[in-house]
């Protein structure tokens, strides 16, 4: 009897230990036999494998997929990343009589103080272009670039726009191919989507920092003309300036440029300038040396929640067309005064710095479709984008003779020159650019002043002024426009 349990009990392990090796050779043989061979059907794929395989924007599932690295990510775009170093040298004299011969021996001769700046960079082109902020390398006497490995290269200063706040510098590297960032498709990028931000900030040495986008298109920011901004909770620090805000598929979403901050450190609010303008201004130093921004020729205020029902809305959104300028691509394609414009090339608009920016993304001679609500239907207009006309900064004039603007620098103030200048482009008059030192202008006029009327001839032009200050009289009544804010008086020569 106790033979048979025994003989029962061996039986039943070398069916168990059977049972484990043809099992074992189960699993290594079955990748030698994908699925659907020998007429097998496949499963259908579940929502989670759908999505992983379609590339669709989900929520981790797992632990495994949470403890997932960006290793692999940050190894391929840091390469592109840079450190940027700015030198500036500032003349500073010891006392106010040091330019007096007599009394330079006593005070000395000027001092000289370097100021060095840090930023960060991102190459946009193997062949050396670098595009980074322009408060970044504003004034620098001299540019340094040094790479992620360590390599140095002095830099030259292509392009700086400081409406937009950035700035294209090219590095010559001998014709060595450097790593790039491909530039992402802001269009796509959404609230939540993971970003990297990559730069050196406090120059620590480059740096690394994850986060979500935390809104798109802010445009009250108030760090440049063109705010059109992404929003990142990723930190970002004084040095981060100028460097990579990067996707997960290692795209180039947007150069950081701001912070909110009151103690000067990453606070959570980071603002970065979207990888559509960027590409538009490096293209544009590039090819041409220069950007010249497209106009659409038309003036608007955002629409509040009275208008919007007014106008049969259930939200607020667009903006209203306040003013045309006459033969501008607006008026030319049919815009009038009381047109609301919801979106521009499929895009909503909230206010007209959003329509602004997203026009100033092309190039002049393109068009753009705007959806406008007319009468309470919707129709599309095509617009010719065209740069704004007039006179530019080029074409200024010094005031001389006997009258009140003796030594001041002015131009006619046109939608061009106001462009340029961040000015309203519907503002018309002859405005001062500059005013030569101890001028007599100081007296009466600052850089940046516009002249409305001379002795109660209103100015317009270049010639209206001139024809002014021909009057053979010392007595001038004269009117100006300060920051928005008339001023007159009576001046006596």
């Given amino acids: 009897m106790q033979y048979n349990t025994m003989t029962r009990h061996v039986s039943k392990l070398l069916l168990a230990s059977v049972l484990a090796v043809l099992a074992l050779l189960a699993i290594v043989v079955s990748p030698l036999f994908p699925a659907g061979a020998a007429g097998a059907q496949e499963a259908p794929a579940t929502t989670q494998e759908a999505n992983f395989f379609t590339g669709e924007k989900r929520v981790p599932r797992s632990q495994a997929e949470i403890e997932l690295s960006y290793a692999p990510l940050v190894k391929e775009v840091s390469p592109s990343v840079v450190n940027v170093y700015s030198r500036k040298v500032v003349r500073q004299r010891a006392s ?57 290269y002095e830099a030259e200063l292509i ?38 931000a990559i730069g050196n900030p406090f120059g620590v ?77 490096v293209d544009a130093a590039v090819n041409e040396g220069r950007i010249v921004r497209p106009w659409l020729g038309l003036k608007a205020q955002s629409v509040t929640y009275d208008i919007a029902k007014a106008q049969g809305l259930d939200r607020p959104l667009g903006v209203m067309v306040t003013e045309v300028f006459d033969d501008g691509p607006a008026d030319e394609a049919g815009l009038k005064r009381g047109d609301l414009v919801t979106e521009i090339d499929g895009r909503e608009v909230f206010d007209e710095k959003g329509l602004k920016f997203l026009a100033a993304t092309r190039s002049p001679g393109e068009r753009s479709t705007l ?50 200048m961040g000015r309203d482009p519907f503002q018309s008059g002859v405005l001062v650019t500059r005013i030569l030192r101890r001028a007599y202008a100081w007296q009466v006029v600052r850089p940046g002043d516009l002249i409305l009327s001379v002795n109660d001839a209103s100015i317009e032009t270049l010639k209206d002024l001139k024809e002014a200050l021909e009057a053979d009289t010392s007595t001038w009544k004269i009117e100006i426009d300060r920051n928005g804010r008339r001023i007159s008086g009576t001046v006596r020569l």
Avoid: C, W
Wanted: net charge negative; glycine share 10%; hydrophobic share 40%.
């Fill in 371 to 420: 959806k406008v609500l007319r009468g309470g239907n919707y129709e599309e207009v095509a617009v010719t984008l065209a740069p704004p006309p007039g006179a530019t900064k080029a074409e200024l004039e010094l005031l001389e003779g006997k009258n009140p603007f003796s030594g001041a620098e002015v131009a006619e103030l046109s939608p061009r020159l106001a462009e340029e």
């Fill in 96 to 152: 106010p009589f040091a330019n007096d011969p007599v009394f330079r021996q006593f005070f000395g001769q000027p001092s000289e103080q370097v100021q060095n700046s840090l930023g960060s960079g991102v190459i946009v082109s193997e062949d050396g272009v670098i595009v980074t902020n322009n408060h970044v390398v504003n004034g620098a006497d001299e540019l340094l670039v040094v790479l992620s490995d360590r390599r140095e």
């Fill in 205 to 281: 040495g480059q740096t690394v920092t994850t986060g979500i986008i935390s809104a798109t298109a802010r445009t009250d920011v108030g760090v440049s003309d063109y705010s059109f901004f992404l929003q990142t909770d990723a930190a970002v620090n004084p040095g981060n300036s100028g460097g990579a805000l990067v996707n997960t598929r290692g795209e180039l979403v947007g150069i950081n440029s701001a912070i909110f901050s009151r103690s000067g450190g990453s606070n959570g609010i980071g603002f970065a300038i979207p990888a559509e303008m960027v590409k538009r201004v």
């Fill in 159 to 196: 392009l700086a726009d400081e409406r937009t706040d950035l700035a294209v510098l090219r590095i010559d590297t001998e014709g060595e191919p450097l790593p790039t960032i491909a530039y992402a498709d802001t269009r796509d990028t959404e609230v939540g989507d993971i970003v990297l």
